[in-house]
């Protein structure tokens, strides 16, 4: 490839090199060309357009903040020489992988600490179990001690069971991970994918193995000290005097109690945080986006420098393609825009109205150049006014159309309809008249502030790039091919990409996607921890009423009825189940409170939601707790007293 020549936006350049294919700068994206940086549009030409990206290696003993400083001594500087396009802007300087990793750093630590949490109430659960062993094992070890059995071969052989649980755990949980990985891979877009370079050798690396080895050690020394403690070698008399009966039933008793408190508490965080996410992520889908997102597809098109530098070339190949595709079957109305909805606060321009003070400032509002047909494509709502028309060209007085925010916060109490806005400096040729008032549009995420924005007609100011959206009956992804057919009928060096429909781009974007994954991994820890604080607390209970069935017996022989047996279990039971309950909803507030980043409209103390998740598991608790109280209820007095 050393030497040849193709054509980048109709320009000849050749090629000089050739990167490794995993190769890429993130914060870029998907990019396939490196060139050298040319001022060869109007953003690149102006010093106001801040639009590159800063990347530097540090000398050897430089830290991070010293950079910071040094950069902001020299926008200060800047800020000084040319107050117009530099003020307030302030520098910023970071770790590269920070800059890549900071949108997905909230749902990794979210993953993180639900992956610590279901870890943790494994544990206390398989050590409630073995602890419930140790105890019946009581007899057996003090058999062992009284013929010469020393404490650490006892203990060893505690020590080796936990080990073995651990390996065969291990070895499930690593196939299960293989698996997820994969899963989880499959769910995320190659859009994002593109700037996530850290997912694409997702898998059992060195760092992956030597994490899951200690994690598992750990687990093996948290199984194995329980039993050990307990092991009866000091009091070999009293151990053998029992019979096996009941000797360690009150520790084991009250330490079960609190390990299952614990894990009560632990499924309420949990299931809260799944709550709040899922709510969060409901009301993000369905906030107001001020359009509708039906049956739209969407486009992407780059026109070639050569060819194309006049405006008048740009605006006739605009509305050449305009008129084709409203022409096509199926096609009910088309516009175009340099701005998608639902992309970002961005492209943005500093304006100024004409006849109001002005101290300097830079009144900062999102720029979109629009056709004609925009609005009514996606049915935005016209407040007042009226909208583009296709006279509004590069003949006629150049308009604007802002939107509600703008004229509420720029025009407090006044019509809008009639005044001027232009650049900080009001050139002549920047002066544009207000004829229309739209309702706010979703330009930014979907979890973003809206911001003040002016749409400008495209036909007055075109680019080289713009964005097509087109209504259509059929589903709009059938009639994706077509369109990307009839641009490079009109012009076969045109780009065409991000081919989509605008519902899918929204369902794709990446506020959705970050919010839609916390909400499935924490949904999915939380039903899994749910349902093993369940089975702890119906083993604990279980357990209790197998070493208390003496007692049991002895109460029904002295006349205690079956409705009493029955209510002191489930006391027992629902006073477990309160005291994590209500640990758990403290620890839900303050745990909502750090992963903030990921509610939208919602609160760390939502009151449904945390209401929700004590009925559900209150009544999980009662129905879990039914069958050993009826199993109480109904012991035979004689039959247990005979045991003893």
Known sequence: MIGRTLKLSGVPTTIVGVLPPDFQFAPRGTAEFFTTAQPTNGCEKRRSCHNLYGIGRLKDGVTVATALAEMKGIALQLERQYPDSNRGQGASVMPLARAITGDVRPILFVLLGGAALLLLIACVNVSNLLLVRAEKRRQEMAVRGALGASRVRLARQYVTEGLVLVLVGTAAGIAVATVMMRVLHAMISKQMLAGMPYLQGM????????????????AAGLFSIAPILRLPVAALRQSLSDGGRSGGSTFWRRLGANLVIVEVAIAVVLLSGAGLLSKSLWKML??????????????SVDLPERGFEKDTQRAQFAQALLDRIQSLPGVQSVGLTTTLPVSCNCNTDWVRFVG???NGIHNEVNNREVSAAFFQTLRAKLVRGRLFTQS???THPKVVLVNESLAKKYFPGEDPIG???????????SLREIVGVVS??????LDAEEWPAEYEAFAQDPSHYFSLLVRTSPKPESMLPTLSA??????PEAGVEDQTTLEQRIHDSPSAWLHRSAAWLMGGFAGIAFLLSMIGLYGTISYSVSQRKREIGVRMALGAQRATIHNMILREAGRLSCFGIVAGVGCSIAGANLMGSLLFGVRAWDVATLAAVVVLLAAASLLACYLPSRRAATVNPVEALRAE
Request: glycine share 6%; charged share 25%; hydrophobic share 40%.
């Open 203 to 218: 898998g059992l690396t060195s760092h992956v193995w030597g994490f899951t080895v200690t994690v598992a050690l750990l």
């Open 286 to 299: 369905h906030i107001d986006l001020g359009f509708e997102s039906d049956h739209i597809a969407t486009l």
């Open 356 to 358: 109001k003070p002005y």
């Open 392 to 394: 509004d060209d590069a």
């Open 419 to 429: 005044k001027k806005i232009g650049d900080t400096e009001l050139t002549p040729n």
């Open 440 to 445: 706010d549009i979703k330009d930014s995420a």
């Open 486 to 491: 009839v641009v490079r009928a009109l012009n």
